[in-house]
């Protein structure tokens, strides 16, 4: 302490000096940002409007952002590669001789960095009034700006265009559903955006462009808001702008499309630094889609409540944009019709999702047309005009209030056998509707009386407060830098704890105790493999699932939870879906989809089970599908490694699902060609690379594909084909190999017979098995490059002639 009061009259002399600094609104060339120094190493608008730098938003977890410097909450407008944040350590943002401001992350990953053909020449980076983040040349020509990639907001003077959209954002911090942008026919539109849906839903998507005031067709393709709050768009009627409440200059504002969907233009309170809303897109929140997820009900009581219908149970409690799924699911066979019933929603509607318009039918003819398509979920009857509207899928599920024009009903399809007693149907609070005004959550509504007076007073308060805070801040920087060694704690340490897998939607952290509870201290054991023992569970919302506990995992927290966000990226049809994980002192665990039949391996080596060759050819297609959208369709490249008919889960359907798949990363697989020749995947599907130590690629997942149709066609392992030695399978297998494509090449039918497994009888289509076993040869080649690869796999199956008879 006698050292820091020895250098107190040298920091009180630099207040002064340090008070008349200038704010830093200029990035040079060859210069940077630290995350390190987040809270002062920042650039600041000239007018002190905006402050572009780190911004926090979890524990150790920082975005590259601008934001508005004197909001109450450091309002957020623009974020660069949202979704990827970095470190709270050695991550930064340079502005590099070439011209191009790159971010990268603590291990000097490259997370986002700008593009452009005419960075070459650019001087700084400079953050203007606007909020605008610009990159100038020698001639103090722009060259690129954050206009023109908004995230969820748009600023005044900014403009939308054909090529640009706001994306709202997740509570991750990802990405969300809702987009505005430009449709195709140039009307500028809300829409709700997933794998199974797109659709607009403002303007009202019931009326035409003209009553919607909309003009189709425009070719500029243009929109934007001015400072006095007016926000137009090329396409609107008449050129008529839509207005803010407080219409004025001097206000600052923002349009944002909010996570829930509505599109809302805020105004900025001087005194307080708290946003209102002064414009809003959406009157009636249950007009928005896929707010209560697939098969919810919204209705009003009178704020906006998400219910499931009779028959539905909430997928995911906590989380309605997952929404609600069936008790007991009708199948879908022809074998065996199952009875159903229809339960009258009256008021309800799901927009949406209509298989076809049936018109002048009775009630009773409606209903077989969707009893007799097992795809039909229910269908929505118009009394009068006779009109029927079988649905395939429940989605923007709304409850109406009678007795208006838009009232429907709807009739939702059930097992007989769903007991659904004691249950109600979703319905709105008429007399609570008619007092109801639209629920903005945190957000004011907008105070059109202003005392100037009183605000006059509170500025001079807050600036004399705000004063004293500045000068206590710097005096305490000084005292911290001069003094004190600066170190991260330990906490620092973790590398974004609970950040990390949850990057990605439905991507949750689980603690051990939940765990030890669903598993029942982890008694029924599923399997095990050299990765670890999988246990079923079942978690608190009634869901099964698969716990795998994780063996050899060497990864230091930091490393792990960056893996595990790669993985809880990925999202196919034909890939075992993860729901979370358990990372909690040496335990490491993964929690993912229980799949009803159990492993590929299970079914088709056992006499009890036989697999029809229709449903072998679908197992080969799916399969091949799940690993080319692993190697060629994820952000990052991903080798499962370990390809077998043990990782292969078929589900109720028998449709297959890959298991296990970005468990070479977390087990130390990936990474340098050390690390992935220590892991030797099972004998009998080994590329050959494996054994010469070669650098590991997608290819070896091809070579185990390979053997995995071999097996299909044949019905039995490889294994049984010869001794555990890794060198007597690979010669068997290769022998086998030369036979099969002699074979090919001969055209000898009654060689096929030989070959196909003899349980079929015969009953398989000749053509897909050539195509399969012709696949398999090329898989299976010694030379990794003359592979195909399983996008062109996947071709050739999708070619397959599936018109021959079956033999």
Same mark, same amino acid.
């Given at each position: 302490?006698?050292?820091?009061?020895?250098?107190?009259?040298?920091?009180?002399?630099?207040?002064?000096?340090?008070?008349?600094?200038?704010?830093?609104?200029?990035?040079?060339?060859?210069?940077?940002?630290?995350?390190?120094?987040?809270?002062?190493?920042?650039?600041?608008?000239?007018?002190?409007?905006?402050?572009?730098?780190?911004?926090?938003?979890?524990?150790?977890?920082?975005?590259?952002?601008?934001?508005?410097?004197?909001? &109450?909450?450091?309002?957020?407008?623009?974020?660069?590669?949202?979704?990827?944040?970095?470190?709270?350590?050695?991550?930064?943002?340079?502005?590099?001789?070439?011209?191009?401001?790159?971010?990268?992350?603590?291990?000097?990953?490259?997370?986002?960095?700008?593009?452009?053909?005419?960075?070459?020449?650019?001087?700084?980076?400079?953050?203007?009034?606007?909020?605008?983040?610009?990159?100038?040349?020698?001639?103090?020509?722009?060259?690129?700006?954050?206009?023109?990639?908004?995230?969820?907001?748009?600023?005044?003077?900014?403009?939308?265009?054909?090529?640009?959209?706001?994306?709202?954002?997740?509570?991750?911090?990802?990405?969300?559903?809702?987009?505005?942008?430009?449709?195709?026919?140039?009307?500028?539109?809300?829409?709700?955006?997933?794998?199974?849906?797109?659709?607009?839903?403002?303007?009202?998507?019931?009326?035409?462009?003209?009553?919607?005031?909309?003009?189709?067709?425009?070719?500029?393709?243009?929109?934007?808001?001015?400072?006095?709050?007016?926000?137009?768009?090329?396409?609107?009627?008449?050129?008529?702008?839509?207005? &803010?409440?407080?219409?004025?200059?001097?206000?600052?504002?923002?349009?944002?499309?909010?996570?829930?969907?509505?599109?809302?233009?805020?105004?900025?309170?001087?005194?307080?630094?708290?946003?209102?809303?002064?414009?809003?897109?959406?009157?009636?929140?249950?007009?928005?889609?896929?707010?209560?997820?697939?098969?919810?009900?919204?209705?009003?009581?009178?704020?906006?409540?998400?219910?499931?219908?009779?028959?539905?149970?909430?997928?995911?409690?906590?989380?309605?944009?997952?929404?609600?799924?069936?008790?007991?699911?009708?199948?879908?066979?022809?074998?065996? &019709?199952?009875?159903?019933?229809?339960?009258?929603?009256?008021?309800?509607?799901?927009?949406?999702?209509?298989?076809?318009?049936?018109?002048?039918?009775?009630?009773?003819?409606?209903?077989?047309?969707?009893?007799?398509?097992?795809?039909?979920?229910?269908?929505?009857?118009?009394?009068?005009?006779?009109?029927?509207?079988?649905?395939?899928?429940?989605?923007?599920?709304?409850?109406?209030?009678?007795?208006?024009?838009?009232?429907?009903?709807?009739?939702?399809?059930?097992?007989?056998?769903?007991?659904?007693?004691?249950?109600?149907?979703?319905?709105?609070?008429?007399?609570?509707?008619?007092?109801?005004?639209?629920?903005?959550?945190?957000? /004011?509504?907008?105070?059109?009386?202003?005392?100037?007076?009183?605000?006059?007073?509170?500025?001079?308060?807050?600036?004399?407060?705000?004063?004293?805070?500045?000068?206590?801040?710097?005096?305490? &920087?000084?005292?911290?830098?001069?003094?004190?060694?600066?170190?991260?704690?330990?906490?620092?340490?973790?590398?974004?704890?609970?950040?990390?897998?949850? /990057?990605?939607?439905?991507?949750?952290?689980?603690?051990?105790? @939940?765990?030890?509870?669903?598993?029942?201290?982890?008694?029924?054991?599923?399997?095990?493999?050299?990765?670890?023992?999988?246990?079923?569970?079942?978690?608190?919302?009634?869901?099964?699932?698969?716990?795998?506990?994780?063996?050899?995992?060497?990864?230091?927290?930091?490393?792990?939870?960056?893996?595990?966000?790669?993985?809880?990226?990925?999202?196919?049809?034909?890939?075992?879906?993860?729901?979370?994980?358990?990372?909690?002192?040496?335990?490491?665990?993964?929690?993912?989809?229980?799949?009803?039949?159990?492993?590929?391996?299970?079914?088709?080596?056992?006499?009890?089970?036989?697999?029809?060759?229709?449903?072998?050819?679908?197992?080969?297609?799916?399969?091949?599908?799940?690993?080319?959208?692993?190697?060629?369709?994820?952000?990052?490249?991903?080798?499962?490694?370990?390809?077998?008919?043990?990782?292969?889960?078929?589900?109720?359907?028998?449709?297959?699902?890959?298991?296990?798949?970005?468990?070479?990363?977390?087990?130390?697989?990936?990474?340098?060609?050390?690390?992935?020749?220590?892991?030797?995947?099972?004998?009998?599907?080994?590329?050959?690379?494996?054994?010469?130590?070669?650098?590991?690629?997608?290819?070896?997942?091809?070579?185990?594909?390979?053997?995995?149709?071999?097996?299909?066609?044949?019905?039995?392992?490889?294994?049984?084909?010869?001794?555990?030695?890794? @060198?007597?399978?690979?010669?068997?297998?290769?022998?086998?190999?030369?036979?099969?494509?002699?074979?090919?090449?001969?055209?000898?039918?009654?060689?096929?017979?030989?070959?196909?497994?003899?349980?079929?009888?015969?009953?398989?289509?000749?053509?897909?098995?050539?195509?399969?076993?012709?696949?398999?040869?090329?898989?299976?080649?010694?030379?990794?490059?003359?592979?195909?690869?399983?996008?062109?796999?996947?071709?050739?199956?999708?070619?397959?002639?599936?018109?021959?008879? /079956?033999?």
């Amino acid at each position: 302490m006698e050292a820091f009061f020895a250098i107190l009259p040298v920091l009180l002399s630099l207040l002064p000096l340090l008070s008349s600094v200038s704010p830093r609104d200029t990035l040079p060339l060859r210069s940077s940002l630290s995350v390190d120094k987040h809270q002062t190493d920042i650039l600041r608008s000239h007018d002190g409007t905006f402050s572009c730098g780190f911004s926090s938003i979890y524990d150790n977890a920082f975005t590259f952002s601008i934001w508005y410097a004197h909001s &109450a909450d450091k309002t957020v407008v623009w974020t660069a590669n949202r979704g990827h944040p970095v470190h709270a350590r050695r991550a930064a943002v340079t502005l590099r001789e070439g011209g191009t401001m790159v971010l990268t992350d603590y291990d000097g990953t490259v997370v986002w960095q700008t593009e452009g053909d005419e960075l070459a020449g650019v001087q700084y980076a400079q953050l203007l009034d606007t909020g605008n983040l610009v990159m100038k040349n020698s001639s103090g020509m722009v060259v690129w700006q954050s206009f023109d990639s908004p995230t969820d907001t748009l600023l005044p003077t900014q403009h939308i265009t054909a090529a640009t959209k706001l994306v709202s954002t997740a509570g991750l911090n990802v990405p969300g559903h809702y987009i505005f942008h430009f449709t195709d026919s140039s009307i500028l539109s809300l829409v709700y955006d997933d794998v199974d849906v797109h659709e607009i839903y403002w303007p009202d998507p019931d009326n035409g462009e003209y009553q919607n005031n909309r003009n189709r067709y425009n070719s500029t393709r243009l929109a934007g808001l001015d400072e006095m709050g007016n926000f137009f768009s090329s396409d609107f009627a008449n050129q008529q702008a839509l207005v &803010a409440s407080d219409e004025g200059l001097g206000i600052k504002r923002r349009l944002t499309l909010d996570p829930d969907g509505n599109l809302r233009l805020y105004s900025l309170n001087n005194s307080d630094g708290r946003w209102s809303v002064s414009w809003i897109a959406v009157s009636q929140p249950c007009n928005v889609h896929g707010l209560c997820g697939p098969n919810g009900i919204c209705h009003y009581l009178p704020t906006p409540t998400c219910s499931c219908p009779p028959g539905y149970v909430m997928s995911n409690p906590g989380n309605w944009s997952q929404g609600c799924r069936a008790v007991v699911d009708i199948a879908c066979t022809v074998e065996q &019709a199952q009875p159903v019933r229809f339960l009258h929603l009256p008021g309800t509607d799901f927009w949406g999702s209509d298989q076809e318009h049936v018109e002048h039918v009775s009630l009773q003819a409606c209903k077989k047309i969707c009893r007799s398509d097992c795809t039909c979920k229910g269908f929505r009857y118009q009394q009068g005009s006779g009109t029927c509207y079988p649905k395939s899928f429940l989605f923007n599920g709304k409850a109406y209030t009678p007795p208006s024009k838009t009232y429907r009903t709807m009739y939702l399809k059930l097992p007989t056998g769903a007991n659904i007693s004691g249950i109600s149907v979703p319905r709105t609070n008429v007399l609570a509707l008619r007092e109801y005004h639209p629920d903005c959550g945190q957000m /004011m509504e907008p105070s059109m009386d202003v005392n100037n007076d009183g605000e006059a007073k509170w500025l001079y308060l807050y600036g004399f407060a705000g004063a004293i805070f500045v000068l206590e801040i710097l005096f305490t &920087a000084f005292a911290w830098f001069f003094v004190l060694r600066w170190e991260l704690g330990a906490s620092e340490t973790t590398a974004l704890q609970a950040l990390r897998f949850e /990057m990605a939607t439905n991507f949750r952290r689980y603690s051990y105790r @939940e765990l030890v509870k669903a598993t029942k201290k982890f008694k029924d054991e599923l399997g095990k493999g050299g990765s670890g023992i999988v246990y079923k569970g079942i978690l608190d919302d009634s869901r099964a699932v698969a716990v795998k506990m994780l063996e050899n995992v060497r990864h230091c927290e930091e490393e792990f939870q960056a893996e595990l966000r790669v993985i809880g990226r990925i999202n196919h049809m034909n890939l075992v879906r993860i729901w979370g994980f358990c990372s909690e002192s040496s335990y490491r665990m993964l929690v993912t989809e229980y799949i009803e039949n159990g492993s590929l391996a299970n079914i088709l080596f056992k006499d009890n089970i036989l697999l029809e060759w229709k449903q072998r050819f679908n197992i080969a297609l799916g399969v091949a599908k799940g690993l080319a959208y692993l190697h060629h369709e994820c952000l990052e490249g991903v080798i499962h490694c370990d390809v077998k008919p043990e990782n292969i889960l078929l589900d109720q359907n028998l449709e297959p699902k890959i298991a296990d798949f970005g468990l070479a990363k977390l087990l130390n697989r990936g990474g340098s060609n050390q690390n992935v020749s220590r892991v030797r995947g099972t004998v009998g599907y080994m590329a050959p690379e494996w054994i010469s130590s070669l650098q590991i690629t997608a290819k070896v997942d091809v070579y185990s594909y390979g053997v995995v149709l071999i097996e299909l066609v044949l019905g039995r392992q490889v294994l049984d084909l010869a001794v555990d030695a890794n @060198e007597e399978v690979h010669k068997v297998l290769r022998e086998l190999v030369g036979r099969l494509a002699h074979m090919l090449e001969t055209g000898q039918s009654a060689s096929i017979d030989e070959v196909v497994d003899r349980r079929l009888s015969g009953h398989f289509n000749d053509t897909q098995v050539r195509t399969l076993i012709r696949v398999a040869v090329s898989c299976l080649e010694e030379e990794r490059s003359k592979r195909p690869t399983m996008e062109s796999v996947v071709q050739t199956l999708l070619l397959a002639d599936e018109s021959c008879s /079956m033999r």
